[in-house]
């Protein structure tokens, strides 16, 4: 079916102030990453309870850890795509724009997206899980020992926040602050099962925010959105950005 926004709906988003961006590895599914659920995804290869938690890398750093250091390989690899484009563009065309996401690969800011809220952490450093030090993973790749022990006699660990784990100090206060105050919450790529993150959608939601989302497939938050964009972000969020400067140029006359 076509992608289409009513009138009403499209002069709302265009002449808003903030704009509130959520993604989910949706978004980086056409830079070649894999998704977490659905067909392929990566919980089918492998158990959230054993890569993917502080107690998986308490039982067996070595393979959490390189099962990581593969991961990052891979998002090193990848290149941004249309849809993390689109998102640099959006923030252009906005007042106010946060972008937030749920994944570590640190593709969005690779695509010159500013001030990235990560909520879930990023593979681009290393953390040691004693005192907290930070290493570029890149630097942490190069050391023969997986994984790599930090002067103070602890390991490193992925700088990412696993299931059972708090999200960054501040994180969720600045995410759900945004999402309570903007006039229109995008959310891309996401499954919208993982909470806190998804909550957002809700919190925005019950704020007044008209909600967009892009996704192929219905998700967990479908019921929250004012618009289904069902199409990959590569196709309907520059197909969006397109609709708001046609709106501009049109009302400009
Ligand atoms: C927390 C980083 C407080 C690591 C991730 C029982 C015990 C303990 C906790 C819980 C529990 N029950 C529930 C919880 C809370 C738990 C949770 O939500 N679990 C879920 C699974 C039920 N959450 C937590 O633990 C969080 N912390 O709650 O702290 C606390 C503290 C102690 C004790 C209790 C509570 C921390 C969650 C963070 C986990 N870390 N990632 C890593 O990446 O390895 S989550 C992981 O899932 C990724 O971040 C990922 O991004 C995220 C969400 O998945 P999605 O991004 O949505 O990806 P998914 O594959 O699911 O969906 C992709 C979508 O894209 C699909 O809809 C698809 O249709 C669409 N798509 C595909 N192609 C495209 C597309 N869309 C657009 N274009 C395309 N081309
Ligand atoms: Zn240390």
Redesign the pocket.
């Known amino acids: 079916m076509p992608l289409h926004i009513e009138d009403a709906l499209l002069e709302r988003i265009a002449t808003a102030e903030r704009l509130v961006v959520l993604t989910?590895?949706?978004?980086s599914?056409?830079s070649g990453l894999g998704?977490?659920?659905?067909a392929g995804?990566?919980w089918e290869k492998v158990r959230?309870e054993d890569?993917?938690t502080p107690e998986a890398f308490a039982r067996r750093p070595t393979e959490v850890w390189r099962w990581?250091a593969e991961?990052w390989r891979g998002m090193r690899a990848a290149e941004p795509n249309p849809?993390h484009r689109a998102i640099v563009r959006l923030q252009a065309l906005f007042p106010s724009v946060l972008v937030m996401t749920?994944?570590?690969d640190g593709l969005h800011q690779r695509a010159g997206t500013k001030n990235v809220l990560e909520l879930?952490?990023g593979l681009r450093c290393a953390r040691c899980a004693s005192c907290s030090r930070r290493m570029p993973m890149d630097d942490a790749l190069a050391i023969a020992t997986d994984p790599p022990p930090c002067a103070c006699g602890g390991i490193y660990r992925p700088d990412?926040?696993?299931?059972?784990?708090?999200?960054p100090e501040g994180a969720l206060e600045r995410a759900a602050a945004a999402a309570a105050a903007c006039g229109v919450f995008l959310t891309?790529?996401?499954?919208?099962?993982?909470?806190?993150?998804?909550g957002l959608i809700g919190v925005a939601a019950q704020a007044g925010a008209v909600v967009i989302e892009?996704?192929?497939?219905p998700?967990a938050m479908s019921g929250f959105a004012h618009i289904n964009l069902d199409e990959?972000?590569?196709i309907?969020l520059p197909w969006l950005v397109e609709k708001i400067e046609q709106w501009r140029n049109r009302s400009r006359g």
Do not use: C, D, K
């Not at 998704?35 to 659905?38: L, Y």
């Open positions: 989910g590895a949706g978004i599914a056409e998704t977490f659920r659905g995804g990566l959230i890569f993917a990581y991961r849809g749920q994944n570590i879930h952490g990412v926040v696993w299931f059972g784990e708090l999200l891309v790529g996401t499954s919208g099962t993982v909470m806190p993150a998804a892009v996704n192929p497939e998700s990959a972000a590569g309907a």
